[in-house]
């Protein structure tokens, strides 16, 4: 083989080693903009996630603060029904009809 024989394969090879590098280029090219995508939509969803969960964690605090206050005013019925059952009882024995 001559030496011009040697440079037409050196060239040749060139020639594959950089239309291989092209498409390689542009298929690490789709992988970074996927990958950007991907990574657009996982924000998104996060966003939304913390949007969903602030939702529920206000409507869970309301929730509580309405079952603090209907606690209390349980609290105060069984308070006052101890205090009317106990009057009336009182009253039964003063009247003589217990």
Do not use: C, P, V
Request: aromatic letters at 6%; zero cysteines.
């Amino acid at each position: 083989m001559n030496i011009d024989e040697k440079l037409d394969l050196i060239l040749k090879k060139l020639d594959e080693h950089g239309t291989k590098l092209d498409e390689h280029s542009r298929i690490l090219g789709a992988l970074i903009h996927g990958q950007e995508e991907l990574k657009a939509n996982l924000e998104g969803f996060k966003l939304e996630t913390y949007k969903q969960f602030g939702e529920i964690k206000a409507k869970q605090d309301a929730f509580e603060k309405k079952q603090d206050t209907f606690d209390a005013k349980l609290e105060l019925l069984e308070k006052r029904t101890w205090k009317t059952e106990t009057d009336t009882h009182r009253l039964k024995k003063i009247a003589g009809i217990e």
